[in-house]
């Protein structure tokens, strides 16, 4: 009953940043209501006995990716209104088309089978970080590594932007 | 009326209708790129809902692989955008057409 309330409250809230993002003319607004969808994701990880995921999701999500985004959001400049005539012939009609079709298949597809592959009889999954991290670091070590990887290489590639980013004029990058 | 992991299905799928149509309808390259972030969100819950449906707990390390891909996306993608802002002076995907053919 607790979860139930809690996934009508919190499910209208994601869907209404997620809309929010969507509509709002104004970046920083967008950015808010995506912070509300990702906070309301949280609490459905929560829901699911996911606990340590709830935790970085609010960590990695709501604190650090957005604050990033804000940033550059405010660094880019939030006063030019971006005009919404469409350039592209028939886009909007059919990415509405699109969408409509896609939701319908998902629904669909839902309705036949929404889960692959049969239940298996086991403990229900408690997602501690005892569980986790035995699972990340005896089954999934190697992937694991190779996403320090992926991190140093993006973030050589960030610094690499920032500081060649602009070949044009060299002056301007010492800012 | 308990909820089932299909609920939360439905709900990602929504979500993740919801991030595409930003991508689609969009022209602003930080909306878009809020809104990549909305679907992989929404594939995250996904896959949370259906480890437990299958009482494993793969799906939660697969969520953590995700964001970590998605930190990355965002560092470099943040940091194209500021890049093309600074030659360019605009962040609409539209006006950047040199490469048009």
Redesign the interface.
């Given at each position: 009953m607790v979860?139930?309330v809690l996934?009508v409250i919190f499910?209208l809230a994601?869907?209404f940043g997620?809309?929010t993002?969507?509509w709002a003319r104004n970046?920083v607004y967008?950015?808010m209501g995506?912070m509300l969808?990702?906070f309301s994701?949280a609490v459905?990880?929560v829901?699911?006995?996911?606990h340590?995921?709830a935790a970085?999701?609010v960590i990695?999500?709501a604190g650090?990716?957005m604050t990033?985004?804000l940033f550059?959001?405010m660094?880019?400049g939030v006063d030019?209104a971006?005009d919404r005539t469409?350039?592209l012939p028939v886009?909007?009609e059919l990415?509405?088309g699109?969408?409509v079709l896609?939701?319908a298949g998902?629904?669909l597809a839902?309705r036949a089978a929404?889960?692959t592959?049969v239940?298996?009889?086991?403990?229900?999954?408690n997602?501690t970080v005892e569980?986790?991290g035995d699972?990340?670091f005896h089954?999934?070590l190697l992937?694991f590594e190779v996403?320090a990887l992926?991190?140093i290489?993006?973030?050589a590639?960030?610094i690499a932007?920032?500081f060649f980013?602009?070949g044009?004029d060299p002056e301007?990058v010492e800012a | 009326?308990?909820?089932t992991?299909?609920?939360?299905?439905?709900?990602a799928?929504?979500?993740f209708?919801?991030?595409?149509?930003?991508i689609?309808?969009?022209?602003?390259a930080?909306?878009m790129?809020?809104?990549v972030?909305?679907m992989l969100?929404a594939v995250?819950?996904s896959f949370?809902?259906?480890?437990?449906?299958?009482?494993?707990?793969?799906?939660?390390?697969s969520?953590?692989?995700v964001?970590?891909?998605?930190?990355?996306?965002?560092?470099?993608g943040?940091?194209?955008?500021?890049?093309v802002?600074?030659?360019r002076r605009?962040?609409?995907v539209?006006e950047l057409s040199e490469m048009r053919g």
């Open positions: 979860e139930l996934f499910g994601a869907v997620g809309v993002m969507v970046p967008g950015a995506l969808t990702m994701i459905f990880y829901s699911n006995s996911a340590f995921v970085v999701q990695i999500y650090a990716v990033l985004f550059v959001i660094l880019v030019k971006e469409e350039n886009q909007r990415a509405l699109l969408l896609f939701g998902v629904l839902g929404w889960t592959g239940g298996i009889a086991g403990n229900p999954v997602g569980a986790i699972e990340l089954k999934w992937p996403t992926l991190l290489v993006a973030a590639g960030a932007l920032a980013g602009s044009e301007e | 009326m308990t909820v992991p299909g609920w939360y299905m439905a709900l799928a929504l979500l209708v919801i991030g595409m149509s930003g689609l309808l969009r022209r602003n930080l909306v790129f809020m809104s972030e909305l969100n995250n819950l949370v809902a259906a480890g437990r449906e299958l009482n494993v707990i793969d799906g939660q390390v969520v953590f692989f964001m970590v891909v998605a930190a990355a996306e965002v560092v470099v943040l940091a194209i955008i500021v890049a802002f600074r030659t605009t962040a609409s539209d």
